[in-house]
């Protein structure tokens, strides 16, 4: 064989052995735990990172590798406190807060919650020596602003309907001042995630949109009723503070006292599934 020819064949080795390694990473990247995403997330090594183009908060796009696994993640590092703040929309916010350690608050509870599929993984970690909170990269085809532009239907509208029932409850739960439709990602398979809560757990008791408290599926019903407070304390005690926790609560309580009260009107089969 000549030397072209054993380069070529060198070549065409070589970028076999390169397909067959990224199809392994995807592979291996899909099968992982959520511990095992959670352990990757804090110690894998970052490689490349770029602005995202969209939030308020700019989040920023870490490309992260432990040399086995090559993964995308979010990491938001906004950490604000303030008197008082003027808001976009023209309201006044008294004691505002904009934090990413809402994120792993909010992550935390819907561990809690068995919600933490609609969820990404949010770990604590530190970047370009900033703490803040770093999410894995989700597999979405658009979010909830974009489909509404281009006027998308999802093809099974129940199971649409019931996926976006439990994030409405969660976003009431959580008291989240933000929940924009860029924060609801949408997969090819038309499995929705909830993003971005750095703005969520103020310390109010009233639910902010009672009316979208509709229908609910009975498990997340029963994890919401026992729901205890200390639990939720000790697990989120680096970033809640007690009386926001409280307010959690009280607000936990008036969705459940609503389910309740839809339930006695219309029936338990008209209000859970």
């Not at 909830?144 to 281009?150: I, M, V, Y």
């Not at 609560?249 to 006695?264: N, S």
Request: hydrophobic share 40%; net charge positive.
């Amino acid at each position: 064989m000549n030397r072209l020819g054993y380069f070529g064949k060198a070549i065409f080795v070589t970028l076999a052995l390169l397909l067959a390694a990224v199809i392994g990473t995807a592979q291996d990247a899909d099968t992982l735990t959520k511990d095992q995403i959670k352990e990757f997330l804090v110690n894998a090594k970052i490689v490349s990172a770029r602005e995202s183009p969209k939030g308020v908060t700019r989040p920023t796009r870490l490309t992260l590798t432990d040399g086995r696994i090559t993964h995308d993640a979010s990491f938001q590092g906004i950490n604000e406190y303030k008197p008082s703040q003027q808001l976009a929309s023209g309201r006044t916010e008294m004691n505002f807060s904009d934090s990413y350690k809402y994120n792993i608050a909010a992550y935390l509870l819907s561990e809690m919650l068995g919600m933490d599929d609609m969820l990404p993984v949010y770990v604590e970690r530190k970047y370009q020596g900033t703490t803040g909170s770093v999410s894995w990269w989700l597999p979405v085809k658009m979010d909830e602003e974009g489909r509404l532009k281009q006027k998308l239907q999802p093809p099974d509208a129940e199971a649409w309907n019931r996926q976006m029932c439990r994030i409405r409850i969660f976003d009431e739960l959580v008291d989240d001042t933000d929940p924009n439709l860029t924060n609801v990602l949408i997969g090819a398979d038309w499995k929705v995630w909830r993003i971005d809560f750095t703005r969520a757990f103020r310390q109010d008791d009233r639910l902010r949109n009672p009316n979208n408290i509709v229908r609910c599926d009975r498990q997340l019903l029963e994890k919401l009723k026992a729901l205890d407070a200390n639990e939720v304390s000790e697990k989120t005690r680096r970033y809640l503070t007690k009386e926001t926790v409280k307010s959690l609560m009280r607000r936990r309580d008036q969705i459940v006292a609503r389910f309740q009260q839809l339930i006695a009107e219309k029936g338990e089969d008209a209000m859970l599934y």
